[in-house]
């Protein structure tokens, strides 16, 4: 680190030192840059969409998964068919559920 002072300073008694800078004090954030033009709105809004959509897509396959396995192991088990018939609800009310969040999604990005 340079120094901004290189003179030197006498105490009370004498002594010549440099003085430091104090390294503790928080620097100041640097400014954030100008932007020379507005960010591109619909292109954001394109990703954005697209990632919801695609995540979306890729929970909803897990869950089907999952429940598709779950499934036959709890009929190999001779598991009660309200079991089955509750977890296939499950899968029903998380497809609702990500449809509406997407739809939502869309709304915020059409205003």
């Known amino acids: 680190m340079k120094l901004t ?6 105490t009370s008694s ?11 004090r928080p620097k100041a954030p640097p400014e954030p840059p100008i932007r020379s033009q507005p960010p591109n709105l619909p292109s954001m809004r394109l990703k954005c969409w697209s990632a919801s959509a695609r995540s979306s897509a890729e929970n909803l396959k897990r ?3 999952d429940i598709d396995i779950l499934t036959k192991y709890l009929k190999s088990e001779d598991a009660p068919k309200a079991v089955i018939s ?3 609800g499950m899968r029903v009310k998380q497809h609702e559920s990500w449809k509406a969040a997407v739809e939502r999604i869309e709304k915020i990005f059409e205003e």
């Open 14 to 24: 004498g002594f010549e030192y440099e003085p430091i800078p104090d390294l503790r």
């Open 5 to 10: 002072c290189n003179c030197r300073e006498r």
């Open 63 to 65: 869950l089907d998964d």
């Open 86 to 88: 509750t977890l296939e």
